[in-house]
C-alpha cells in the first residue's frame, strides 16, 4: 500500500497557522484540509455545518448541553451522557475517519483536528506546531477580525483553550509541547514564508526517501 507524505499543522490562534499551510499548499500542489472537515463531518452526520461548526476543535459541549439523535433530528440537553453521545464528540470520531481515508487517497495537509494523534501509526507524516508571540498574534487577529487589542487577546485566550482542552482530552497529550507534534516553528521569528520553506523542504526530502 502506498504510503502517502502528509503535513500536520497544530497552531496557536493567531499564529499563522491556517495561513502558512494555505501558502504550503500552493506551494507543494496538495489538497489542504481544515474547515472543510467540518462541512464533510456534518454532510456525514446529518446535521447542518453551522451545528457542526459550533463544536468543532472544542468539548465544551460535553459540560453544556449535547445533542441526540431522535427521529434523524438533533435535539439539545443539558450535559447527562447517557442520553446519547455529545455532538462534539460525533464530529470528531466524524472527522477522524474522514481525516484516515484522504491520508490514503493522497499527499496532502491537515491543519488542526488532532490529525497528528489520528495519524499516529502513519509512517509517513510530518507533525508540526506553529506558534508566534503574544504581540504578532494579537495584531492578526486585529487586522483579521477587526476588533481592538483587548478584544483580540480575549479571543485568542479563549480559541486557545478550547483547542487544548479538546487536544488532551482526544490524545491524552499535551497541547504544542514536542513530544507531541516533533516539530515547532516560531512564525515570529521565522516568518510566514520562513516556515514554509522548511516544511516545503522536508517535504520533499521526506518524499524522495520513502
Request: some cysteine; overall charge neutral.
Amino acid at each position: 500500500m502506498t504510503k502517502h507524505t502528509i503535513i500536520t499543522i497544530g497552531r496557536q490562534f493567531g499564529s499563522g497557522g491556517h495561513e502558512i499551510g494555505n501558502r504550503l499548499a500552493e506551494r507543494l500542489d496538495v489538497p489542504l484540509y481544515d474547515y472543510n472537515l467540518i462541512r464533510m463531518a456534518a454532510r456525514e452526520l446529518k446535521v447542518s455545518e453551522d451545528m457542526a461548526t459550533q463544536v468543532d476543535e472544542t468539548i465544551l459541549g460535553r459540560f453544556l448541553s449535547a445533542y441526540v439523535v431522535n427521529s434523524g433530528t438533533y435535539t439539545a440537553f443539558m450535559g447527562n451522557d447517557a442520553y446519547g453521545v455529545p455532538l462534539s464528540d460525533m464530529v470528531y470520531d466524524a472527522q477522524t475517519e474522514i481525516i484516515k481515508k484522504l491520508a490514503e487517497r493522497s499527499s496532502c495537509i491537515f491543519v488542526g483536528r488532532c490529525a497528528d494523534y489520528v495519524l499516529g501509526d502513519y509512517s509517513n507524516c510530518i507533525n508540526t506546531f506553529i506558534y508566534a508571540y503574544k504581540d504578532d498574534r494579537i495584531r492578526r487577529i486585529m487586522k483579521i477580525y477587526n476588533l481592538n487589542e483587548k478584544q483580540a487577546w480575549d479571543k485568542i485566550k479563549k480559541i486557545d483553550k478550547e483547542r487544548k482542552l479538546y487536544y488532551e482530552a482526544h490524545t491524552g497529550r499535551q497541547w504544542g509541547s514536542i513530544e507531541a507534534h516533533e516539530m515547532m516553528f516560531n512564525a515570529s521569528l521565522m516568518g510566514i514564508d520562513g516556515v514554509v520553506d522548511v516544511l516545503e523542504a522536508i517535504y520533499h526530502k521526506r518524499d524522495v526517501s520513502r
